[in-house]
Each structure stands twice: as structure tokens, then as C-alpha cells.
């Protein structure tokens, strides 16, 4: 058969100047607060996506494996519970492996996927379309947690809103909520919701997960600063900071922090700062939660038949939810 084409859709705001200004005006704002802080979004540009790869690959990194085991064992049930010839949205597609790996388990009839790295999308589509050519694909380059208006192209029957990787946990608690709430909102009676989550654990195995012995995790954190020299215009010294990344139990959340080795002063397009030594700046957070806490939060978000699998060691599980009333 022909390899059919991937649609794509661009959105304006990624590109033109208009919004460059509130982009470095909402980033400054973090960045000058009393603890500063930036979007865990911004650690994605083209090497943050690849290095963010390499982390799937680390041994310490379980997240990736554990989901992808859990896909391998329960894979008749869950295929069960979604039904084929779903339209699959891939709500932060990334190098869209993940998905591509479910094709021959959830036999999808469209595959939708959405990423803020658009060109690193595109690039993966691309290739992905030429060996699956009976799936119509579309890569749409849009931030899904405040754009929920899909474009025509994209089916309306069976809609899956597939959430792997636990991207979930970068919401704290309440704005995962409401991020679910809205994604209930748009569904249709006939659409689904399949999320990965990871689980609380051990402190031990959580604080290596994101302070890898490579230095993997703090290279992907520091290519934030990077990122925004090019963003901001900054003239941040990344050999100057030093990534953190640890289990705060009390809060149930890892925490990323880049750390300055030194007073430092920084300035950037439309703002600057002195840092002093061992101040941090604060790029991300990422929550655990028990099956039970994250059953009840989709409950909350007006979803039900909710369905949980996880692995033996209860670190990782997958869930399928239908909006109420469906
Ligand atoms: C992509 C948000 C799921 O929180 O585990 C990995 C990002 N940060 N290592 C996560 C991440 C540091 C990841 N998520």
C-alpha cells in the first residue's frame, strides 16, 4: 500500500513575534520571584527531547520500563477495555514510541499526536507513517494542558486520550484535577481516557530515578539554562549551577532544582538577577500517588469504570477511565 501523508498542524502561536513578548515576560516573572522557578516545558527543546530519551533508557529510571511491562503483561485487558478502532490522541507524543508500540495491541483506526516539540514530532511522525501506512496519523503541535480545541481532522468517535509516562505528575495535585475535569468536558460519550501514573515508593529508588549516576538527569535539567539563552537571550553560565533532584515524602513529589555554585549575576531580555551561591531555581515537579489517591481524583474529574493495572512491585500503574454517564 501507498504510505498515506501526515497531515500537521502548526499552531500561530509557536512561531510568529507577537507572543515572543509574553513569552519572556512570563518566564522573567519566574524567574524573579522570591523562590525562582520556570515551566517544566522549557526543558524540551530539540536536545531536552533527546536527552529526555536517554533518560527512558537509564536503569534507574523505572517509570519508562515499568509502564511498558505493564502493557506487555495486561495487554488483553486493557485492549479489552479500550475496543479497537479507537482514534488514539497521544497527549505528549515525544519520539511517539510509546504509542507505536500499543498499534498491534489497540488496533487504533486514527493516530493524533500532540507535542510542544513540534519539529521533533513531525520528524517522528514522518517516519512512523511509512510503517504503519494504514493509520491515518496527524502531528499537531500544541501545548494540551491549556488548548483543548482539536482541529476537524481528528475523528470524533472512539476518542482516546492516551496520557502515558505519568506527564501527569508535572500538575500538582489540583491542576491535574482541574486538567482532568476539562479533558471530561470535551469528551464525547463514546471517548476514553488510558493514563499512566506513577506510584509513591521508596525514598531511595525515587531520589536515583532523577539523580542518575551518568548524569544523564542533570544534564537534561542544566540544557534548561541553554535553552533559555537562546529563548531569552540569557547569559546563563551552565557550568556555574548544579542540578538537584529529590523525594520530598511530605509533598509527594520529586522536585528539580538547578543550584548556583556561586553568586552570579544574569541578565536576559527583559529582566536580570543575582543569584547567590546555593540559591536554586526551581524547573520541575513531578507527584506520586497511591492507586487509590489517583482512582478517586478521576472520580472527582467526573470519570468512572475506572480500571487500574500495575506491576508486582505496585511502583507504576495504568488506568482506564469513561467519562460518567457514557
Ligand atoms: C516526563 C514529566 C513524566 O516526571 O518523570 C524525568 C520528566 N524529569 N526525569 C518525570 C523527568 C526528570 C518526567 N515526565
Excluded at 257 to 276: I, N, P, Y
Aim: hydrophobic share 45%.
Amino acid at each position: 500500500m501507498f504510505p498515506m501523508s501526515p497531515t500537521s498542524f502548526k499552531p500561530a502561536n509557536l512561531s510568529p513575534a507577537p507572543d515572543y513578548d509574553a513569552l519572556c515576560v512570563d518566564i522573567s516573572a519566574g524567574l524573579q520571584a522570591d523562590h525562582a522557578w520556570t515551566s517544566p516545558k522549557y526543558l524540551y527543546d530539540e536536545l531536552g527531547s533527546k536527552l529526555f530519551e536517554a533518560i527512558c533508557e537509564l536503569p534507574e529510571y523505572y517509570p519508562t520500563r515499568t509502564e511498558a511491562a505493564i502493557f506487555e503483561q495486561h495487554g488483553a485487558a486493557i485492549a479489552r477495555a479500550v475496543g479497537p478502532g479507537s482514534t488514539l490522541i497521544d497527549l505528549g507524543a515525544g519520539n511517539c514510541a510509546k504509542a507505536a508500540s500499543l498499534f498491534p495491541l489497540l488496533h487504533p483506526t486514527q493516530y493524533v499526536a500532540l507535542d510542544i516539540s513540534y519539529d521533533f514530532l513531525r520528524a517522528a511522525l514522518d517516519r512512523l507513517q511509512q510503517r504503519f501506512p494504514q493509520i491515518a496519523m496527524s502531528a499537531l503541535g500544541l501545548d494540551f494542558s491549556n488548548q483543548f480545541d482539536l482541529p476537524g481532522s481528528v475523528r470524533s468517535a472512539q476518542r482516546l486520550f492516551f496520557y502515558p509516562g505519568s506527564s501527569i505528575g508535572n500538575f500538582a495535585p489540583d491542576q491535574a484535577l482541574a486538567f482532568l475535569q476539562r479533558l471530561r468536558a470535551h469528551s464525547l460519550p463514546d471517548s476514553a481516557l488510558l493514563i499512566g501514573v506513577d506510584l509513591v515508593k521508596d525514598k531511595a529508588i525515587l531520589d536515583a530515578a532523577y539523580d542518575d549516576a551518568l548524569g544523564v538527569t542533570a544534564a537534561f535539567n542544566l540544557n534548561l539554562l541553554r535553552h533559555l539563552n537562546v529563548l531569552l537571550d540569557a547569559d546563563f553560565d551552565v557550568r556555574q549551577w548544579q542540578h538537584r533532584g529529590f523525594f520530598d515524602a511530605a509533598k509527594s513529589r520529586i522536585e528539580m532544582h538547578l543550584e548556583a555554585r556561586s553568586d552570579l549575576d544574569v541578565t536576559w531580555r527583559g529582566g536580570r538577577r543575582r543569584f547567590a551561591r546555593g540559591e536554586r531555581i526551581h524547573t520541575e515537579n513531578s507527584y506520586k500517588y497511591t492507586p487509590e489517591a489517583f482512582a478517586s481524583l478521576l472520580q472527582q474529574a467526573g470519570f468512572e469504570q475506572v480500571q487500574a493495572w500495575t506491576d508486582a512491585d505496585e511502583w507504576y500503574a495504568v488506568m482506564h477511565a469513561r467519562p460518567l454517564g457514557a
